[in-house]
């Protein structure tokens, strides 16, 4: 898993177009996941890209430096990110654990750049035990870029081991991986008390839109394998019940309020993240 | 159908493109292996999977069918292919096989030559500037026309055919672009007679009752004697005629054989009437009673057998209705008529009648040639007519290369639409 020469200012314009679209919104009195808060609580620098209608105007005039005021609830959000690395994270290309690592980061630059602390947290894979990447600074983003490189799809623990094990102790819950191996259940009950849920459902194109013709079909968590003649009447069928379970998760989330999202890893990050933070 | 040309033949080399990509299309290859997420899916779809071997032969994929008959498509149309002259456009060269064309070729000045009068002929044929070069070569031998393409005749028909061959249906066969190819001029209205003369050459020309006859020093004399007449006689025959050729065979010394006769008296088999095709020469139902009628009053009456007429014979009796009753050949007499049969009128000169028609199919001895065929055929010459263009109707050029190349793109497109659709 690696991220592209270019991932970091990918990342900087992405953060900065979300930025123009909310004070967009917020012009059009409509509220935003990152929505202002009321309560005032500091100043923090200014950033390019941002609207300057934020700029606390008397700050620069005294200072001769940009800032920008920040409330009270953006300041002291919690986000977690819920990362799934587990083996079938591994199918693609492009994998689906690099469309989440790279998600992983820009929700983290995007809640840094917001004044949230971030937190990145790991299936457990092959280990015993999840791994987190604490991000209170803007300088804790390269960090945490190194470390997301490191990681290997491998294992069965994937997300469904996290919503089972790991409190939620947050105010935005992220959870990005393909939403396989587990309930529904286990992963909306996190939603609600002030907390606010969110999922992206990575597949391969080949997931989504199987080829015709003779294969073995390898679980890459249990190592099964299953060897098929893909014809079309199968491949409509197989459409079709993934299609069921796709609403699946979609449905749970317009019940509970959350958001869900389902993409291909044929498309960019920013196409897929886009929708869970702006709509 | 009609053939073609290649102005560009080592492009067909080309066509080895798609045999290739059908050896690799079917050559065995294992399943390919995919990891997936959504294995719990396939298996709700198909529990147990397939039962596929390792390395089961693949079927061959549309795309790649279209790629192959594009990739032909386009050999072809490289290859340049147009069409050859057609059949009818061809000089056609009817050659003689008549015993006299077999004579040794004998100059004016009595200068024997090595060569046969059909060789001097088609010698001189050869030697004939036609266009186009390819020729079709025509000889009627056993009363059925046989043929063969190219530049010269099969050097077969050089020598004599084991049976004596009869004059070629000329007429069937006089169109503009024919030569006429024998000893002798022969009379033609559009084709073109090519013939080789030659002076005369004595010899065997016949027998005479059991001795040879030959042709010697300008006069027919009595040569050695010759081994009795082995003559058959069909049980089909009419009892009257078996009797009367009986008779005739033992008048001449001739020896009665069931098999391997020199000449054979037969019957048309009998049919019942009903299941019996007539033949395109008859006229009337088999059994019918028919009557052959002679000059002077006699006739022959008969039930009619259906006749076939062969090829290289004669008819030499007709019925009232004009169907051929009697066929002969040399050493084949074939009937026409069955039991009940009768002669009637004056009955001697039906009966002679009869044995006139014996004597006249007994075959020469080996190697006789008529005295006509033997005599001075004069000089060899040549008159040509007009050639063979316009025969037939202008056949419409057709521009292969250009539906060919048009085939192959339509191939292509298939096949990459073919390829497409395989991700569905």
């Known amino acids: ?279 | 159908m009609f053939e073609l040309d290649w102005s560009r033949p080592s492009a067909l080399l080309a066509l080895a493109l798609p045999l290739a990509l059908w050896v690799l299309a079917r050559r065995p290859r294992p399943p390919r292996e995919l990891a997936t997420g959504t294995l719990a899916i396939w298996r709700e779809l198909r529990p147990t999977g397939e039962p596929v071997g390792a390395a089961r032969r693949r079927g061959v994929p549309w795309w790649v069918r279209f790629t192959m008959a594009a990739l032909v498509c386009g050999a072809l149309a490289l290859a340049g292919p147009t069409p050859r002259p057609a059949e009818e456009e061809r000089w056609i060269v009817v050659v003689d096989q008549r015993p006299g064309v077999f004579l040794p070729w004998v100059a004016s000045d009595g200068r024997a030559d090595e060569r046969t009068r059909l060789d001097v002929a088609l010698d001189r044929a050869l030697a004939l500037q036609l266009d186009p070069a390819e020729r079709e070569w025509r000889r009627y031998v056993d009363g059925a026309w046989e043929r063969a393409t190219g530049a010269a005749p099969p050097d077969a028909w050089r020598v004599a055919p084991a049976r004596p061959a009869v004059a070629p249906p000329w007429s069937e066969v006089d169109a503009r672009g024919t030569l006429f190819v024998s000893d002798r001029r022969v009379d033609a209205t559009l084709a073109s007679p090519v013939w080789s003369g030659g002076g005369a050459v004595e010899g065997l020309v016949g027998r005479r009752g059991d001795r040879a006859l030959y042709w010697r020093g300008g006069a027919l004399a009595a040569g050695e004697s010759l081994p009795p007449l082995r003559v058959a006689i069909d049980p089909e025959v009419p009892r009257e005629l078996a009797t009367l050729t009986a008779a005739w065979a033992r008048e001449r010394g001739a020896e009665i054989v069931a098999e391997d006769a020199d000449l054979a008296v037969r019957a048309a088999p009998g049919g019942d009437g009903d299941d019996g095709e007539d033949s395109q020469d008859s006229k009337g139902s088999t059994g019918d009673a028919v009557r052959v009628r002679g000059a002077s009053g006699w006739s022959w009456r008969g039930a009619a057998r259906d006749l076939a007429v062969p090829g290289d014979a004669r008819v030499l009796r007709r019925d009232e209705r004009g169907a051929p009753r009697l066929v002969g050949t040399a050493g084949d007499l074939l009937l026409g008529l069955g039991e009940p049969f009768a002669l009637d009128g004056d009955r001697r000169a039906a009966g002679l009648a009869w044995i006139a028609h014996l004597e006249d199919a007994v075959p020469p001895p080996a190697g006789a040639v008529a005295l006509a065929a033997r005599a001075d055929a004069g000089e060899g010459g040549a008159v040509i007519g007009p050639d063979p263009a316009g025969r037939s109707a202008p056949r419409p050029g057709a521009p292969f290369a250009f539906w060919l190349t048009l085939g192959a793109l339509a191939c292509a497109a298939a096949a990459a639409r073919a390829g497409a659709a395989l991700r569905v």
């Open chain 1, 1 to 279: 898993m690696r991220f592209g020469p270019d991932f970091a200012q990918r990342c900087e314009a992405f953060a900065a177009r979300l930025a123009r679209r909310r004070v967009g919104r917020e012009a059009a009195g409509r509220a935003s996941v990152l929505g202002p808060g009321e309560e005032f609580a500091g100043h923090r620098p200014y950033r390019a890209g941002e609207d300057l209608r934020r700029l606390d105007w008397d700050l620069y005039a005294r200072l001769d430096k940009p800032f920008v005021r920040v409330e009270r609830r953006e300041a002291g959000e919690r986000w977690t990110v819920w990362i799934d690395r587990s083996a079938s994270m591994g199918v693609g290309p492009p994998t689906k654990l690099q469309r989440a690592a790279e998600c992983a980061a820009a929700l983290a630059r995007v809640g840094l750049g917001a004044g949230a602390r971030v937190r990145l947290v790991l299936s457990p894979g092959a280990d015993a035990t999840p791994s987190s990447i604490v991000l209170r600074r803007a300088a804790d983003w390269g960090a945490a870029l190194a470390r997301l490189q490191g990681v290997r799809a491998e294992g069965r623990a994937g997300l469904a081991a996290l919503w089972s094990r790991e409190r939620a102790d947050c105010d935005r819950l992220f959870g990005v991986g393909d939403f396989l191996d587990g309930d529904a259940r286990g992963w909306f009950v996190h939603q609600g008390r002030g907390r606010r849920l969110a999922g992206l459902q990575w597949l391969a194109p080949e997931e989504f839109a199987p080829r015709v013709g003779r294969a073995v079909l390898i679980d890459p968590e249990t190592g099964d394998e299953l060897p098929i003649d893909v014809d079309a009447p199968l491949v409509t069928r197989y459409e079709r019940r993934l299609g069921e379970e796709l609403d699946h998760w979609r449905a749970g989330a317009a019940r509970h309020g959350a958001r869900h999202h389902v993409a291909s890893t044929a498309r960019e990050f920013e196409d897929a993240l886009a929708p869970l933070l702006e709509d």
